[in-house]
T-cell receptor, first 114, second 114 residues
Framework: TQLLEQSPQFLSIQEGENLTVYCNSS?????LQWYRQEPGEGPVLLVT?????EVKKLKRLTFQFGDARKDSSLHITAAQPGDTGLYLC??????????????FGKGTHLIIQP | NAGVMQNPRHLVRRRGQEARLRCSPM?????VYWYRQLPEEGLKFMVY????????ESGMPKERFSAEFPKEGPSILRIQQVVRGDSAAYFC????????????FGSGTRLTVV
Protein backbone atom coordinates (compact mmCIF):
# COMPACT_ATOMS: atom_id res chain seq x y z
CA THR A 1 0.00 0.00 0.00
CA GLN A 2 1.39 3.36 -0.99
CA LEU A 3 1.17 6.07 1.63
CA LEU A 4 1.49 9.80 1.34
CA GLU A 5 2.39 11.57 4.55
CA GLN A 6 1.53 15.24 4.75
CA SER A 7 3.01 17.63 7.28
CA PRO A 8 2.13 19.56 9.22
CA GLN A 9 -1.41 18.31 9.84
CA PHE A 10 -2.50 21.69 11.16
CA LEU A 11 -0.99 25.11 10.62
CA SER A 12 -2.27 28.46 11.83
CA ILE A 13 -0.30 31.57 10.92
CA GLN A 14 -0.77 35.30 10.57
CA GLU A 15 -1.59 37.02 7.32
CA GLY A 16 1.55 37.98 5.43
CA GLU A 17 3.71 35.13 6.66
CA ASN A 18 5.24 32.46 4.44
CA LEU A 19 4.69 28.74 4.87
CA THR A 20 5.62 25.39 3.41
CA VAL A 21 3.68 22.13 3.57
CA TYR A 22 5.19 18.79 2.69
CA CYS A 23 4.04 15.57 1.09
CA ASN A 24 6.33 12.56 1.47
CA SER A 25 6.31 8.95 0.45
CA SER A 26 8.66 6.00 0.16
CA UNK A 27 7.10 5.19 -3.20
CA UNK A 28 7.67 6.67 -6.62
CA UNK A 29 4.73 8.33 -8.35
CA UNK A 30 4.32 9.04 -12.03
CA UNK A 31 2.68 12.35 -11.17
CA LEU A 32 1.59 14.24 -8.11
CA GLN A 33 -1.34 16.57 -7.75
CA TRP A 34 -2.23 19.21 -5.21
CA TYR A 35 -5.82 20.03 -4.35
CA ARG A 36 -7.50 22.52 -2.07
CA GLN A 37 -10.75 21.63 -0.34
CA GLU A 38 -13.10 23.97 1.50
CA PRO A 39 -15.68 22.79 4.05
CA GLY A 40 -18.69 21.16 2.44
CA GLU A 41 -17.14 21.12 -1.01
CA GLY A 42 -15.12 18.79 -3.18
CA PRO A 43 -11.37 19.19 -3.74
CA VAL A 44 -10.29 21.60 -6.46
CA LEU A 45 -7.19 20.82 -8.49
CA LEU A 46 -4.40 23.37 -8.08
CA VAL A 47 -1.54 21.80 -10.00
CA THR A 48 -0.09 18.58 -11.38
CA UNK A 49 3.66 17.93 -11.38
CA UNK A 50 5.08 15.17 -13.52
CA UNK A 51 8.85 15.53 -13.94
CA UNK A 52 11.31 14.96 -11.10
CA UNK A 53 12.64 18.33 -9.91
CA GLU A 54 9.80 20.20 -11.58
CA VAL A 55 8.76 23.54 -10.11
CA LYS A 56 5.45 25.20 -10.91
CA LYS A 57 4.19 28.56 -9.75
CA LEU A 58 0.61 29.65 -9.36
CA LYS A 59 0.62 33.29 -8.23
CA ARG A 60 1.86 33.15 -4.62
CA LEU A 61 1.95 29.34 -4.57
CA THR A 62 5.08 27.40 -5.57
CA PHE A 63 4.93 23.63 -6.04
CA GLN A 64 7.96 21.38 -6.29
CA PHE A 65 8.25 17.71 -7.18
CA GLY A 66 11.24 15.92 -5.68
CA ASP A 67 13.99 14.67 -7.96
CA ALA A 68 13.14 11.06 -7.15
CA ARG A 69 9.39 11.69 -7.62
CA LYS A 70 8.67 10.54 -4.06
CA ASP A 71 7.90 13.85 -2.42
CA SER A 72 6.55 17.31 -3.05
CA SER A 73 6.20 20.64 -1.33
CA LEU A 74 3.85 23.58 -1.51
CA HIS A 75 5.17 26.99 -0.52
CA ILE A 76 2.87 29.95 -0.03
CA THR A 77 4.31 33.44 0.05
CA ALA A 78 2.60 36.26 1.94
CA ALA A 79 -0.36 34.11 2.99
CA GLN A 80 -3.81 35.66 2.91
CA PRO A 81 -7.03 34.70 4.73
CA GLY A 82 -8.40 33.46 1.41
CA ASP A 83 -5.71 30.76 1.41
CA THR A 84 -7.43 29.09 4.36
CA GLY A 85 -8.45 25.54 3.57
CA LEU A 86 -7.48 21.89 3.49
CA TYR A 87 -4.57 21.19 1.15
CA LEU A 88 -4.35 17.66 -0.20
CA CYS A 89 -1.62 15.98 -2.17
CA UNK A 90 -2.38 12.95 -4.32
CA UNK A 91 -0.09 10.62 -6.19
CA UNK A 92 -0.74 8.64 -9.35
CA UNK A 93 1.02 5.31 -9.56
CA UNK A 94 0.65 4.59 -13.25
CA UNK A 95 1.51 6.80 -16.16
CA UNK A 96 -1.38 5.54 -18.22
CA UNK A 97 -4.59 3.66 -17.87
CA UNK A 98 -5.61 5.35 -14.66
CA UNK A 99 -6.09 2.11 -12.81
CA UNK A 100 -5.89 2.09 -9.03
CA UNK A 101 -7.02 5.67 -8.70
CA UNK A 102 -5.04 8.25 -6.78
CA UNK A 103 -3.48 7.88 -3.36
CA PHE A 104 -4.34 10.90 -1.21
CA GLY A 105 -2.60 12.22 1.85
CA LYS A 106 -4.69 13.17 4.88
CA GLY A 107 -4.16 16.83 4.19
CA THR A 108 -2.87 19.96 5.87
CA HIS A 109 -5.47 22.16 7.54
CA LEU A 110 -4.28 25.72 6.96
CA ILE A 111 -5.72 28.74 8.76
CA ILE A 112 -4.56 32.23 7.91
CA GLN A 113 -5.52 34.73 10.56
CA PRO A 114 -6.12 38.35 9.55
CA ASN B 1 -20.49 24.52 -18.73
CA ALA B 2 -21.56 22.56 -15.68
CA GLY B 3 -18.96 20.77 -13.63
CA VAL B 4 -19.36 17.38 -12.02
CA MET B 5 -22.87 17.17 -10.61
CA GLN B 6 -23.63 15.00 -7.63
CA ASN B 7 -26.97 14.45 -6.01
CA PRO B 8 -28.28 14.45 -3.51
CA ARG B 9 -25.97 16.72 -1.53
CA HIS B 10 -27.21 15.24 1.73
CA LEU B 11 -28.79 11.84 2.26
CA VAL B 12 -30.11 10.37 5.48
CA ARG B 13 -30.86 6.68 5.66
CA ARG B 14 -31.88 4.34 8.46
CA ARG B 15 -29.79 1.26 9.09
CA GLY B 16 -30.73 -1.46 6.63
CA GLN B 17 -32.00 0.86 3.89
CA GLU B 18 -30.41 1.38 0.50
CA ALA B 19 -28.52 4.50 -0.54
CA ARG B 20 -28.17 5.54 -4.17
CA LEU B 21 -25.71 8.28 -5.01
CA ARG B 22 -25.65 9.84 -8.47
CA CYS B 23 -22.88 11.50 -10.42
CA SER B 24 -23.00 13.21 -13.79
CA PRO B 25 -19.47 13.82 -15.08
CA MET B 26 -18.33 16.97 -16.82
CA UNK B 27 -19.36 17.22 -20.44
CA UNK B 28 -16.88 15.32 -22.56
CA UNK B 29 -15.48 13.29 -19.66
CA UNK B 30 -15.84 9.55 -19.96
CA UNK B 31 -13.83 8.50 -16.89
CA VAL B 32 -15.53 8.50 -13.49
CA TYR B 33 -14.02 7.83 -10.08
CA TRP B 34 -15.68 7.45 -6.70
CA TYR B 35 -13.92 8.31 -3.44
CA ARG B 36 -15.00 8.18 0.18
CA GLN B 37 -13.87 10.67 2.81
CA LEU B 38 -14.22 9.97 6.50
CA PRO B 39 -13.61 12.64 9.17
CA GLU B 40 -9.89 13.05 9.86
CA GLU B 41 -9.02 10.64 7.07
CA GLY B 42 -7.94 11.24 3.53
CA LEU B 43 -9.91 10.50 0.44
CA LYS B 44 -9.96 6.78 -0.24
CA PHE B 45 -10.32 5.46 -3.77
CA MET B 46 -13.28 3.18 -4.29
CA VAL B 47 -13.89 2.51 -7.96
CA TYR B 48 -12.96 3.70 -11.46
CA UNK B 49 -15.43 3.36 -14.31
CA UNK B 50 -15.68 4.17 -17.96
CA UNK B 51 -18.91 4.01 -19.87
CA UNK B 52 -20.52 0.63 -19.18
CA UNK B 53 -17.29 -0.78 -17.74
CA UNK B 54 -15.76 -1.09 -14.31
CA UNK B 55 -12.04 -0.62 -14.80
CA UNK B 56 -10.84 -0.91 -11.22
CA GLU B 57 -12.90 -1.65 -8.13
CA SER B 58 -10.02 -2.50 -5.83
CA GLY B 59 -11.18 0.05 -3.25
CA MET B 60 -14.77 -1.11 -3.03
CA PRO B 61 -15.91 -3.15 -0.03
CA LYS B 62 -16.67 -6.67 -1.21
CA GLU B 63 -20.24 -6.67 0.05
CA ARG B 64 -23.16 -4.25 -0.15
CA PHE B 65 -21.40 -1.75 -2.45
CA SER B 66 -21.77 -1.59 -6.22
CA ALA B 67 -21.23 0.98 -8.93
CA GLU B 68 -22.29 1.42 -12.50
CA PHE B 69 -21.86 3.92 -15.30
CA PRO B 70 -24.45 3.13 -17.95
CA LYS B 71 -24.32 4.18 -21.57
CA GLU B 72 -26.99 6.76 -20.88
CA GLY B 73 -27.38 8.60 -17.60
CA PRO B 74 -25.30 9.25 -14.53
CA SER B 75 -22.94 6.98 -12.67
CA ILE B 76 -24.58 5.39 -9.63
CA LEU B 77 -22.92 4.28 -6.40
CA ARG B 78 -25.27 1.95 -4.59
CA ILE B 79 -24.96 0.90 -0.96
CA GLN B 80 -27.32 -1.79 0.20
CA GLN B 81 -28.32 -2.41 3.82
CA VAL B 82 -26.45 0.62 5.09
CA VAL B 83 -24.75 0.56 8.48
CA ARG B 84 -23.59 3.45 10.66
CA GLY B 85 -20.02 2.97 9.47
CA ASP B 86 -21.09 3.91 5.95
CA SER B 87 -21.69 7.49 7.10
CA ALA B 88 -19.21 9.60 5.16
CA ALA B 89 -18.82 12.08 2.33
CA TYR B 90 -18.78 10.37 -1.05
CA PHE B 91 -17.11 12.24 -3.88
CA CYS B 92 -17.28 11.61 -7.57
CA UNK B 93 -14.60 12.88 -9.93
CA UNK B 94 -14.30 12.80 -13.68
CA UNK B 95 -11.55 13.23 -16.22
CA UNK B 96 -11.25 13.40 -19.98
CA UNK B 97 -8.65 10.66 -20.13
CA UNK B 98 -7.06 8.60 -17.38
CA UNK B 99 -6.94 10.92 -14.39
CA UNK B 100 -3.23 11.00 -13.80
CA UNK B 101 -3.11 14.69 -14.65
CA UNK B 102 -5.98 15.81 -12.49
CA UNK B 103 -9.62 15.27 -11.76
CA UNK B 104 -12.60 17.52 -11.51
CA PHE B 105 -14.49 16.68 -8.35
CA GLY B 106 -18.13 17.13 -7.55
CA SER B 107 -19.34 18.72 -4.32
CA GLY B 108 -20.04 15.33 -2.80
CA THR B 109 -22.92 13.53 -1.15
CA ARG B 110 -22.92 13.45 2.61
CA LEU B 111 -24.48 10.22 3.75
CA THR B 112 -25.69 9.93 7.32
CA VAL B 113 -26.94 6.58 8.57
CA VAL B 114 -29.15 6.81 11.65
Amino acid sequence: TQLLEQSPQFLSIQEGENLTVYCNSSSVFSSLQWYRQEPGEGPVLLVTVVTGGEVKKLKRLTFQFGDARKDSSLHITAAQPGDTGLYLCAGAKSSGGGADGLTFGKGTHLIIQP
Amino acid sequence: NAGVMQNPRHLVRRRGQEARLRCSPMKGHSHVYWYRQLPEEGLKFMVYLQKENIIDESGMPKERFSAEFPKEGPSILRIQQVVRGDSAAYFCASSHGAGNYGYTFGSGTRLTVV
